[in-house]
């Protein structure tokens, strides 16, 4: 009922899914060798911008029996990626009482014969502890990339947001992983012009964009959530100065994560083959798919043009890099057929929707561009 006020419109609701996990749903599928794992919904935190917790309540966590089994079925199918979801992911854990549950989790994935790539989405900073980042360094199928949402630069904005972290710890993360897995890619979300934000504060922002060396960014436009604390707040922030910020935001966020992708120009990648990643693929006659480390890399398929399907796997050299994406134009080093690939080639590639437990869609809305590429 309170999501149907909310949204101004009629709701179904699954319920079987209001009371337990429900076991035998189909799993989201993007394609034969990608899939989507809910380990939890709903949230415990009350940040003042968001209307999830009063939509979805407290969180809700499965059993990791059942997330492994779902994974092992998916790789049965051929798939290589998993992406495990939570509104926090890395809290998962907090109903049955284990603190470590997420890094076992992570852990109990490498075991899983065929399982190639390991990502999850979104961690708060507030529950992100050691265990975590050692499970990320020392799993080997777990990916080197980590999307941890920033929102703002600026400690007075971040309290006004309820967000229960400071920049300082923000960073110290950060720092941690680096140090733990030196090519860790980072990325973020920024919300710029939430109410009471002062000059001071987006700048900020921008000082911390540029020391904390993101590898992407979803920039957004703060805007009221009817339902949220945030949407009754007084100083809420005039549009055309929200907007100059926003452009501001964008292009510092730019140049941070060109300077980043260079470093990448003539290191050797390995790219899952993706389909319609590259919007110039057919005119350009290149390939496109993701680095472990969430970058989209376009690359020439070379002598293998013809041979390269979706879910294969080839290593390629970077010969350029834009703030967005990488470039290899030169003759792949390697290219491997899997079992994704052979589904592919088969016709057999489902796009399910499946039941989503009440997730928000991962990524931009349609109507928002990342300023730099993830996942």
């Given at each position: ?23 035998t749903?189909?799993?989201r ?5 990608s ?6 919904v709903g ?5 003042t ?10 969180e ?9 089994a ?36 992570l852990?109990?994935c ?19 502890t ?41 960073l110290?993360i ?40 993101f ?48 470093k990448l ?27 472990r ?39 792949p ?14 016709g ?23 300023t730099?590429?993830?996942?």
């Amino acid at each position: 009922l309170e999501r149907a006020r909310h949204n101004a419109e009629a709701q179904v609701e699954i319920l079987e899914s209001l009371e337990v996990f429900p076991s035998t749903l189909p799993t989201r599928r993007e394609s034969t060798y990608s899939g989507w794992v809910s380990i939890s919904v709903g949230c415990n935190n009350t940040c003042t911008f968001c209307i999830v917790p009063a939509l979805r309540g407290k969180e809700r966590d499965r059993r990791p029996g059942d997330i492994l089994a779902e994974i092992r079925a998916l790789v049965a199918e051929g798939v290589l990626e998993v992406t495990l979801l939570g509104q926090n992911v890395n809290s998962y854990g907090v109903e049955f009482g284990d603190r470590y549950a997420f890094s076992k989790l992570l852990r109990a994935c490498g075991e899983i014969e065929g399982l190639e790539r390991v990502r999850f989405t979104s961690p708060h900073p507030r529950d992100f502890t050691d265990d975590v980042i050692a499970a990320m360094a020392e799993t080997p199928n777990v990916c080197h990339s980590l999307h941890m949402p920033l929102q703002s630069g600026s400690d007075a904005v971040l309290r006004a947001m309820r967000r229960s972290y400071r920049v300082e710890r923000y960073l110290d993360i950060l720092n941690k992983v680096r140090a733990a897995m030196p090519d860790a890619a980072i990325t973020t979300d920024i919300i710029v012009g939430f109410p009471g934000e002062t000059d001071e504060d987006f700048e900020r922002t921008l000082e911390v964009v540029r020391e904390a060396r993101f590898a992407a960014a979803f920039t957004f436009q703060y805007s009221k959530r009817p339902g949220t604390p945030a949407a009754e707040m007084p100083n809420q922030v005039p549009k055309e100065v929200v907007q100059e910020r926003y452009d501001r935001l964008v292009a510092t966020v730019e140049e941070v994560t060109w300077a980043e992708n260079k470093k990448l120009v003539g290191e050797t990648v390995e790219v899952l083959v993706a389909v319609g990643e590259g919007r110039k693929d057919q005119r350009t006659g290149r390939m496109s798919g993701r680095a472990r480390d969430g970058r989209l890399v376009h690359f020439n398929p070379g002598s293998y043009a013809g041979q390269i399907r979706p879910g294969d796997i080839v290593h390629t050299t970077i010969t350029y890099a834009a703030p967005h994406h990488l470039n290899a134009d030169g003759e792949p080093v390697a290219h491997r057929r899997t079992r994704a690939g052979d589904v592919y080639e088969a016709g057999r590639a489902p796009r399910t929707s499946g039941v989503m437990l009440g997730m928000p869609t991962v990524g931009a809305p349609a109507s928002s561009t990342p300023t730099g590429s993830r996942r």
